[in-house]
């Protein structure tokens, strides 16, 4: 009876755990159905545990760009979740280096891409995940994107013509320390519509 009884403890505690990592991930995620300069954002995020590897995230960086990103981690629970808040932080730290320093990686993906996928290997997690990276630039109406080992491609909607898949392979992160990022670029309408998927 005190086996169970602590195994019952233990149980109770793992799951308040868990509920705690949710509510702090919960945290992380940006606001639904957001205005940001001239787009709006929509997603539905369906965790198969408290906790996900799957992440989103979009932001306004100055008044000229919003990045926005979809990254999904291997594995589910706590390990996963741990990588997505390390590429949030990532991000957030390259965003105020843009702002204050001037430093271009933020709004260019292939180099975010290549700093998240460093760290990610430096840190020695046995984790790896696929991203799709992108920046809005308001001023000339142009998509810059990156995808890191990410599938299915994002799809591209445009008014009058048929939607299609944008994006081209790439390397996953955390795998390869040496791997090498793309920037594609796409002049965009008025009117469009993305959608980007992942398992989650």
């Known amino acids: 009876e005190d086996a169970k009884s602590k195994l019952s403890f233990k149980y109770t505690e793992l799951e308040n755990d868990h509920i705690s990592g949710y509510k702090l991930q919960q945290q992380l995620l940006p606001k639904n159905n957001l205005d940001i300069l001239s787009l709006n954002f929509n997603y539905f995020l369906h965790p198969s545990l408290y906790i996900s590897g799957d992440f989103i995230d979009f932001q306004q960086v100055t008044d000229r760009y919003v990045i926005f990103y979809l990254s999904d981690v291997s594995g589910h629970g706590v390990s996963s979740a741990f990588v997505t808040v390390l590429v949030k932080a990532c991000i957030q730290q390259y965003s105020a280096e843009f702002v ?3 430093n271009q990686t933020v709004i260019s993906p292939k180099l975010i891409l290549d700093k998240i996928n ?27 994107y990156s995808v890191a080992g990410h599938y299915p491609f994002p799809i591209l909607i445009e008014h009058n013509k048929a939607a299609r898949y944008i994006g081209e392979r790439g390397y996953p992160l955390g795998m390869f320390p040496e791997a ?4 594609y670029e796409i002049d965009l309408p008025d009117q469009f519509k993305l959608a980007i998927f992942s398992d989650g």
Do not use: A, P, Q
């Not at 460093?118 to 810059?144: A, F, H, P, Q, W």
């Not at 090498?180 to 920037?183: C, H, I, K």
């Open 118 to 144: 460093r760290v990610i290997c430096s840190e020695n997690l046995g984790k790896y995940l696929t991203m799709v990276y992108m920046v809005y630039d308001l001023e000339l109406s142009k998509l810059t």
């Open 100 to 102: 204050y320093l001037s």
């Open 180 to 183: 090498v990022f793309e920037n």
